[in-house]
């Protein structure tokens, strides 16, 4: 139970008690609850649209928090809110600076860490924006393991591109980079992210909400409002403070939440929703906060593809549709797909939420309509028949964990299988360049391979939102198929045939390092696979392997190709980073 307060002051030692008052009466606190458990609010900044709601919303928690404490004159000491730093994966993307968006994930983690044990923080309300943020919130959560809710800071609303009225947003951006006109880049870039908030379509951050959502870290109808919505200032705040005065009644921890259980319910919906390839990485590592291992306590690779099998794709969001959050919103929010998917027996109901009701239960109590049929569809009939992601092996990927998101392919595919022509970049810089310089040298059925931008070959594992999006805009010009798979990972709003996530990454000398141009690929969704025919051929590939071992040992153990870094970060990344299957984290083991 949250007991009520003793209300008579006490200093044990006034040496470390004197800046508790003075930050006590700061903050209009009572300073005789200098010595009662430490709740707090934190929430994410950086330099990009994602974060500009964010300090609002904080200010707003920390407002109801403060009241309830006071009025109900719990015994607990309301400490003044922390923020961690986040990166603009939208600005940085084809640029170096894209090598820290997943180390700030990391940073996220560590910096979350330290506030939550240093302060004994025994209650948390976290404010989140951006894709890696809220990750790496909620592995530090986890770890700590005390009564803690988050919110997402909500979606922008798309733009309108005044010469054709179309929707336009962050990818159209992107995908019109190769744009002759100048006026017609101005136009977009002028006109594609109007307001506030984070990525609006099934991209990586709504993937990661609804998936923290469905997991039970927050309260379903809190994810699908846009950022500027004043239910997130107004009614929000107020819910959350009864969510985590519920949790630390009941004795909710987050790892009662986190279960593999649940694990498998947040997977399930992010493959309905078509969502981010990069809910690969941030499963892991969430399960991994939790003390379980996602590919061995919660679901195999196999099981995980069976599931994509099995399950339809419920929203026609962008990228692969037309819609954003703000119309899921609209349409009656997250609820309503959780619904349906409960009622056709893909969901467990029984998994315990942030509410202290199981998902089930919250989903009754919100009673959400039943889906539009246009923006949100029905498991009768979907919006695409198959699910949205599938795991990949073959002797490209020996220990499978290579990702394809089924559900933005826009063709190439002939019975489920790709054949094409191998087109070798060593970096994504490389790739780019060859795309400004020379588009028209693309043609159908190459299948571009860049490499070393893995876990520690880039370091960071950079998202390839630009050039992915530059081939999608030369394949619908041209009528074409120009697939692509790297080391490396992509954005959630990359389409086409686009495989990331490649391991043993080039870097540490794994077999993408050794493919040629003109090599030939396959890709076999039927069968879950992707090879490359020469290496079928063990003298052939022991020859290719030695040569790379041979260039690698010239120059000092590190293949030339490996670009050389000076940041501290960015060096301590390659020398720790887990492999992609594992995370692509930081590693903390010793």
């Known amino acids: 139970m949250v007991r009520l307060s003793k209300n008579s002051f006490q200093s044990t030692n006034p040496g470390r008690d004197v800046q508790r008052v003075g930050t006590a009466r700061f903050l209009g606190e009572d300073v005789a609850k200098i010595h009662d458990p430490v709740w707090g609010v934190t929430g994410s900044l950086g330099d990009s649209q994602c974060y500009l709601g964010v300090m609002a919303k904080v200010a ?7 009241k309830r404490v006071r009025d109900e004159d719990l015994a607990v000491r309301l400490i003044a809110p922390a923020y961690t730093i986040g990166v603009s994966d939208g600005q940085l993307n084809g640029t170096p600076g894209m090598r820290f968006s997943l180390i700030g994930r990391e940073l996220v983690n560590e910096s979350i860490d330290l506030h939550l044990n240093a ?6 309300i976290a404010v989140v924006a951006c894709d890696k943020p809220p990750v790496g919130t909620l592995a530090a959560i986890l770890e700590h ?7 997402s800071d909500g979606s922008i609303r798309p733009g ?11 990818v159209t951006g992107f995908q019109f980079a190769s744009d002759p006109v100048p006026e017609t880049r101005a136009r977009i870039a002028l006109h594609a992210c109007p307001g506030q908030g984070s990525c609006g379509g099934m991209f990586t951050y709504n993937t990661m909400q609804t998936f923290i959502a469905v997991l039970g870290m927050e309260p379903l109808q809190m994810v699908a409002p846009a950022s500027e919505d004043p239910r997130r200032t107004a009614e929000f705040p107020d819910q959350l403070v009864d969510c985590l ?5 009941a004795g909710i921890t987050p790892r009662d939440i986190v279960t593999p259980a649940s ?3 947040a997977l399930a919906v992010a493959i309905a929703m078509g969502g981010s390839t990069n809910v690969v990485l941030h499963s892991v590592e969430i399960a991994r906060a939790a003390g379980l291992d996602l590919w061995q306590d919660v679901l195999s690779q196999s099981d995980f593809n069976q599931l994509s099998r099995r399950l339809p794709v419920l929203v026609n969001m962008r990228p692969f549709g037309f819609y954003s959050m703000v119309d899921i919103d609209a349409k009656g929010g997250l609820q309503v797909i959780v619904k349906e998917l409960l009622d056709a027996g893909l969901l467990d109901g029984e998994t315990i939420t942030c509410t202290g009701e199981t ?4 989903v009754r109590r919100l009673d959400p309509p039943a889906p539009d049929g246009d923006v949100i569809h029905s498991v009768g009939k979907p919006f695409k028949d198959t699910g949205g992601l599938r795991l990949l092996r073959g002797n490209l990927a020996p220990d499978g964990g290579a990702v394809l998101k089924i559900a933005g392919l826009e063709g190439g595919l002939e019975d489920g299988v790709f054949r094409g022509r191998a087109r070798v970049f060593d970096g994504e810089r490389q790739l780019i360049d060859a795309l400004e310089r020379d588009a028209d040298s693309f043609a159908d059925r190459d299948m571009v391979v860049i490499r070393y931008e893995g876990p520690r070959g880039a370091p960071g594992m950079p998202e390839l939102l630009d050039p992915t999006s530059r081939i999608t805009a030369l394949c619908r010009q041209r009528h074409i198929t120009i697939a692509l798979m790297t080391d490396a990972r992509f954005s959630g709003g990359s389409v086409g045939l686009v495989i990331g996530h490649v391991a043993p990454e080039a870097a540490l000398g794994g077999p993408i390092a050794v493919i040629e141009d003109g090599d030939s690929l396959v890709i076999d969704v039927n069968a879950d696979r992707m090879d490359c025919l020469e290496l079928d051929d063990e003298s052939e590939s022991a020859r290719r392997a030695a040569a790379w071992q041979a260039a690698a040992n010239a120059n000092g153990g590190v293949h030339p190709s490996v670009t050389p870094v000076a940041s501290r970060m960015l060096r301590r990344m390659r020398a720790s980073a887990r492999p992609a299957l594992l995370g692509a984290g930081i590693t903390t083991d010793h």
Not at 119 to 124: Q, Y
């Open 60 to 66: 707003a928690v920390q407002s109801a928090l403060s």
């Open 119 to 124: 302060n004994a923080v025994a209650g948390l």
């Open 145 to 151: 393991n005390a009564p803690a809710v988050l919110l």
């Open 160 to 170: 309108s591109d005044p010469l054709t009225g179309e929707r336009i947003d962050l």
């Open 245 to 249: 005065v519920a949790m630390t009644q």
């Open 263 to 265: 694990l498998r319910n």
């Open 359 to 362: 998902l089930a239960g919250q």
